[in-house]
């Protein structure tokens, strides 16, 4: 069985007065406002609660995928924002086209969804449990994901999921909540190609023989049968099955042997884990790579959650919050247990940090405008504890990373146009400008804005991405500590004049190629850096893309777009690292501007 994802972002059902005990264990079936046959709709939850409709200032989207695929099963994620509730809960149906129940829901998370089917209508319902209601929980629920098996058989037609509900504020009574509908309809697709992977095996029985022979002939001329999977059947991929696909097979069979078509092959996806922090709602929401199911999500204690990065034994994680005078965190990655949560020190600024190839030593950049430092901190083992601030860097160093080996670290200057290179080995540092006639480490203004440091994979080289009006990445050689080259990223959205530019980076495991995502324009670039040339740019329909990582092989490229600024959701991408094809897109929360590929513990 195929498993595919709908991603729903949707506000959804809970209590009132009388019914708070009954309605926090589940709400009532028929309480999703979705159209009744005859006319009408069914309740939706203002019956209970006092208000009008879709009248809150709550934040309702629907994502997904534009088809279904027969037999598959869909996950459906929903999720619910609104500023001062404290209790959430949901009920979703899916009818086709004539409103009639429409495909089967399955149980993911039984502790906190359950499924119930009306005796009278024979219409099923998913909904919340009571632990699925997370009392007490401000501003926006964890989520909830449940499964939907389409069809086996084709010519179904789209499936329309409606949903109502409430995000509520738990006083126990009907005042004071918000109520919501939608729905969201979804097209049959066809089939995908090759269900088995032998063109021509149409029995699916594994093999190219006479039996395939005789189900053909009997679909085409008998009782038309249904074929197990049409695009295995098209023998000769014209896109139709016919008297063309039964001369094919005939003449494969009994005459030349003439050699079919061959199925497309797919790359599955790695298998790991994505932790996104959510930097509005300061929440970490981790997520299967191979599945994009949601696994888990929990508050941080971290405000304003920003940066991530793993040490070099993908034992620890670390995060930061941008807030001057914020915190730290340490995170184990096999249990996801906060392990300490240390405030840095004094009015520093933390946006980005990188730990030392032993892992015992942790590197935090300073935004301040008065900073022109870098800090250490000791975390070897369960420690979390401020060293020094000795280490000279420029000033609003917003970005820091460390070669392969830990021989290099490399800090990026943004409001002092340079970067500060240290040598983890002899303890040198050396400050360099990115453009010589610039005054070094007090310029009038930052010209460039270095934002974005990467170091290759062979150590030798850092890449800085200058994210100011320049809009250009600098090449940093680390054996001769010298600039080398640039490479124009030409940006024309005007979302923020004079700070279009790059952003962040990840690299192809050859070395070949940077993925560059431009915060202040909704792209990624694929930058050929043999030949110092854009192959290829991507645009994102979530606007203000930021954070970027990828799988160990390199098949998979992974973009946080925030959407900043406005009242929608953020969305994470899933890029092929090799054909640049975008294969999804999750929303995941407020502000996702950290995200980091991990393989499973």
């Not at 000769?236 to 050699?259: A, R």
């Not at 850096?529 to 606007?543: A, M």
């Amino acid at each position: 069985m195929k498993l595919r994802r709908i991603t729903t972002l949707a506000i959804l059902l809970f209590t009132s007065t009388s019914l708070v005990i009954a309605f926090s264990g589940g709400p009532p079936n028929a309480r999703t406002g979705a159209p009744l046959i005859g006319g009408g709709n069914e309740l939706n939850c203002t019956q209970c609660h006092s208000g009008t409709v879709n009248s809150g200032g709550g934040t309702l989207t629907v994502s997904a995928p534009g088809t279904y695929v027969p037999g598959d099963t869909v996950l459906v994620d929903i999720d619910l924002a609104q500023t001062g509730q404290f209790r959430w809960g949901f009920e979703i149906t899916a009818l086709d086209s004539a409103l009639a129940p429409f495909g089967t829901f399955v149980t993911v998370d039984p502790t906190r969804t359950q499924i119930d089917t009306d005796g009278s209508t024979g219409r099923e319902y998913a909904k919340h449990t009571s632990a699925g209601t997370d009392a007490g929980t401000p501003d926006a629920a964890p989520g909830w994901t449940v499964g939907w098996v389409a069809p086996l058989t084709s010519g179904g037609g789209p499936v329309t999921f409606y949903a109502a509900g409430n995000a509520a504020n738990g006083n126990g009574a009907n005042s004071g909540d918000f109520i919501y509908t939608t729905s969201q309809s979804v097209s049959e697709g066809a089939g995908a190609p090759c269900c088995i992977g032998v063109v021509g095996d149409a029995n699916c029985d594994g093999s190219v023989g006479l039996p395939d022979l005789s189900t053909l002939i009997d679909n085409l001329f008998i009782t038309f049968s249904p074929l197990c999977c049409d695009e295995e059947a098209d023998l000769n991929t014209d896109g139709s099955v016919g008297l063309p696909d039964l001369s094919t097979l005939i003449d494969h069979l009994f005459i030349t042997f003439s050699p079919l078509a061959q199925c497309p092959v797919t790359t599955p996806e790695p298998a790991g884990r994505l932790v996104i922090l959510n930097q509005a709602d300061t929440t970490i929401y981790i997520y299967d790579s191979e599945t994009l199911i949601r696994t888990d999500s929990f508050a941080t204690p971290v405000v304003e959650p920003h940066f991530i990065r793993s040490d070099a034994n993908d034992q620890y994680y670390y995060i930061v919050g941008r807030q001057v005078g914020g915190s730290l965190a340490k995170y184990d990655v096999a249990t996801d247990a906060l392990i300490a949560n240390p405030t840095v020190q004094g009015t520093h600024f933390p946006t980005a940090l990188v730990s030392s190839a032993s892992g015992d030593t942790l590197f935090v950049t300073d935004f301040t405008n008065a900073s022109g430092r870098t800090h250490r901190y000791d975390v070897s083992g369960t420690n979390f504890s401020f060293i020094d601030s000795t280490l000279f860097a420029g000033i609003q160093t917003h970005d820091i990373d460390i070669s392969p080996d830990g021989d290099y670290v490399v800090s990026a200057g943004f409001g002092s146009d340079d970067i500060t290179v240290f040598n983890t080995a002899t303890g040198t540092v050396t400050p360099l400008t990115i453009d010589s006639a610039l005054q070094q480490f007090n310029p009038p203004s930052s010209t460039y804005g270095p934002y974005g440091v990467f170091i290759d994979n062979t150590g030798d080289t850092a890449i800085i991405a200058c994210s100011k009006g320049t809009d250009q990445i600098r090449l940093f050689d680390l054996t001769t500590l010298s600039f080398v080259d640039s490479i124009l990223v030409p940006v024309s959205n005007a979302m923020n004049p004079g700070r279009n530019g790059p952003t962040y980076m990840t690299m192809s495991p050859d070395n070949t190629k940077l993925f560059l995502t431009n915060h202040f324009e909704p792209t990624m670039v694929v930058i050929d850096l043999p030949s110092r040339t854009i192959i290829e740019t991507i645009d994102f329909s979530v606007p203000r893309p930021f954070g970027i990582t990828r799988s160990d092989d390199g098949s998979r490229i992974y973009v946080s777009c925030t959407n900043v600024r406005t009242t929608g959701p953020g969305a994470f991408y899933v890029i092929d690292g090799t054909t640049y094809a975008k294969i999804d897109s999750v929303t995941v929360g407020r502000e996702p501007f950290g995200i980091e590929w991990q393989p499973n513990p």
